[in-house]
């Protein structure tokens, strides 16, 4: 069984900064790719940022200079540190871990924050 858990979310002004959180628990051998995807109404989900190993990171032209992700691999955790936030950064974000187990990779999923960016 493999666990994530989200932390983070909430409300905020336009401008301000958020940072969530999700710690992988359980049993596997090795966590490849952590990440964050985010889900609005009506719009396709989309990938916010994701580390992918080895120091590579990837993110939405959207968020570009805006949100930062990190990776402390002793905790199993994945950050995104969010700033200059926009109405439009609004949705349930979720976060996923690519485990390793005996050599199969499989995909977890968070339970998913709100963000609400809203004056």
């Known amino acids: 069984q493999v666990h994530l858990v989200e932390a983070g979310g909430g409300l905020v002004q336009p401008g301000g900064s958020l940072r969530l959180s999700c710690a992988t628990s359980g049993s596997f051998g090795g966590i490849q790719a952590m990440g964050w995807y985010r889900r609005t109404p009506g719009k396709q989900r989309e990938l916010v940022a994701a580390?992918?190993?080895?120091?590579?990171?990837k993110y939405a032209d959207s968020v570009k200079g805006r949100f930062a992700i990190s990776r402390d691999n002793d905790k199993n955790t994945v950050y995104l540190e969010m700033n200059s936030l926009k109405p439009e950064d609004s949705a349930v974000y979720l976060c996923f871990s690519n485990v390793d187990t005996a050599g199969v990779i499989t995909t977890h999923w968070g339970q998913g924050t709100q963000v609400t960016v809203s004056s």
């Open positions: 580390d992918i190993g080895g120091g590579t990171t």
